[in-house]
Structure formats: structure tokens, C-alpha cells
């Protein structure tokens, strides 16, 4: 009987030992992914991301899909992927909009070849990036596509976008803040408050 508590014992301080062990392991990863990793003063790494299944969907035309929105934070650093219909020279009729709105604007999308049918649906990407210290016009907040066109469009059964958020910095609705437009005697505030 005493032989089985030593043995229990010793199994228990075993166990003890190796979680603290494991336990250390894992802080020094942690660590060093922070200094593998660095990123600018003021801003948080994440590493969101959104799918957008778009198939058996319809865009009428003039109108727009508001897809992200981080406010009050900025998109310091992201990426989108867009599969969408296009024509024979690989133009997609939909706009990819960034920006903060209501000051959003179409984003000059690359074409991934490779992965491309022209005049089919075309895979398009292009990297997010905010200006520290910009206007409202240098910071993205939001993210939406466009069908600028008079026709509705109809998505394909794989058209998608992927949004990935890697890096936000606090301060959106800063940016907005004294941003007036005067047009035609009226103020138009884009505040967000």
C-alpha cells in the first residue's frame, strides 16, 4: 500500500514537471512570433478574414454590396481576392470599393492569370493599405463591390471574395472628424458621429 502512494506521488510531480515545462514552451513561442512579427507602434495584429459566397446572387445595376467594415478601427494592412464574371479581356464589370465611407472609391485590381477563364469569371486580388495620419480619403474602413452598370449582374456559382485583415490601428472616426465637404450651399459632414 505504501509502495502505491510513492508511485502516485511521483506519477503526480511527473505530471506537475511536464505541464510547467510544456507551459514555459509555449510562452517562449509566443514570444518569439512577436518578434517575427513586428508591427508599427499603435496598431494590433489580427488575422481576420471573411469569405463572401456570391453565387446564385444578383447585383442590380447602380447599386453596390457592402461586404467589411471596421470601424471605429482602420485597415492598416490587408488583402482582398475577388473571383468575378469578366469579359474577354479580363475586365470584371464589378468595382471592388475601399475606402471609409461614405468615401468609397473602386480599387485597381491585379488579374491572376493563371487562375483566370477570360470572358468566363477572372480571379482579381489586390493589398489593403491606410495612410498613418491620412485624410478620410487615405484610410480604408470598408470594403464593397459595385455593379456601375445600367444591368443587374449575376454571380456564377464560384464567385466569391475573400477579405483578410492582418494589422487595424484605433482612430477611424478621428479621421473623419472636421471633414466637411461645401457643395452647392449645403455642408455635407461625412462625420461619423
Keep these: 500500500m505504501k509502495q502505491t502512494t510513492i508511485a502516485q506521488r511521483l506519477l503526480l510531480i511527473g505530471t506537475m514537471l511536464s505541464t510547467l515545462f510544456l507551459l514555459n514552451n509555449l510562452n517562449m513561442a509566443n514570444a518569439q512570433t512577436e518578434t517575427e512579427a513586428p508591427h508599427s507602434e499603435g496598431t494590433n495584429v489580427v488575422r481576420d478574414s471573411a469569405v463572401v459566397l456570391l453565387g446564385g446572387r444578383t447585383l442590380p445595376g447602380n447599386d453596390f454590396i457592402h461586404l467589411y467594415d471596421t470601424t471605429p478601427f482602420i485597415i492598416m494592412n490587408g488583402h482582398v481576392a475577388a473571383k468575378l464574371p469578366c469579359n ?12 471609409s465611407a461614405p468615401n468609397l472609391t473602386p480599387t485597381e485590381l491585379e488579374l491572376v492569370a493563371p487562375l483566370s477563364s477570360p470572358g ?25 463591390i459595385q455593379n456601375p452598370t445600367e444591368d443587374a449582374i449575376e454571380f456564377g456559382p464560384t464567385d466569391t471574395v475573400v477579405i483578410g485583415v492582418n494589422e487595424i490601428m ?5 479621421s473623419h472628424e472636421g471633414d466637411v465637404e461645401e457643395t452647392e450651399g449645403t455642408t455635407n459632414a461625412t462625420s461619423s458621429e
Excluded: F, Q, W
Design 88 to 99: 474577354d479581356n479580363s475586365e470584371s464589370p464589378v468595382n471592388v470599393l475601399t475606402g
Design 120 to 144: 468566363e469569371v477572372c480571379l482579381y486580388h489586390v493589398d489593403l493599405e491606410s495612410m498613418r495620419g491620412g485624410n478620410a480619403s487615405d484610410i480604408i474602413t470598408d470594403i464593397a
Design 170 to 174: 484605433k482612430g477611424a472616426h478621428e
